[in-house]
């Protein structure tokens, strides 16, 4: 069983028609209390197609706009539950 496979193919169920800017830093800063940061940008980068690097330097920014993206946060969340994902609730 593959992690990052698995959430990549959930993320393609989710976002069939990938993930549009508006919402990007929202589905980093939903997944990052489930994944390490590597793990992240290693799922996000396979994902959209942007370097690894990238993400990696974006998941900070995503974290300081959280608070005021949590309505964008949620809509991504509740598509990311439908397809599958369970968060980690501990």
Same mark, same amino acid.
């Given at each position: 069983?593959?992690?990052?496979?698995?959430? +990549?193919?959930?993320?393609?169920?989710?976002?069939?028609?990938?993930?549009?800017?508006?919402?990007?830093?929202? *589905?980093?800063?939903?997944?990052?209390?489930?994944?390490?940061?590597?793990?992240?940008?290693?799922?996000?980068?396979?994902?959209?197609?942007?370097?690894?690097?990238? +993400?990696?330097?974006?998941?900070?920014?995503? *974290?300081?706009?959280?608070?005021?993206?949590?309505?964008?946060?949620? +809509? +991504?969340?509740?598509? *990311?539950?439908?397809?599958?994902?369970?968060?980690?609730?501990?």
């Amino acid at each position: 069983m593959d992690p990052i496979a698995d959430m +990549v193919a959930t993320l393609r169920q989710a976002f069939p028609d990938g993930i549009g800017d508006d919402s990007y830093l929202s *589905l980093l800063a939903c997944l990052y209390e489930d994944m390490s940061d590597e793990n992240l940008s290693k799922t996000i980068a396979l994902f959209t197609g942007r370097n690894r690097w990238d +993400v990696s330097n974006d998941i900070p920014r995503a *974290l300081s706009a959280r608070n005021a993206n949590r309505e964008e946060i949620e +809509v +991504v969340a509740a598509r *990311l539950r439908a397809a599958g994902w369970e968060p980690d609730e501990s």
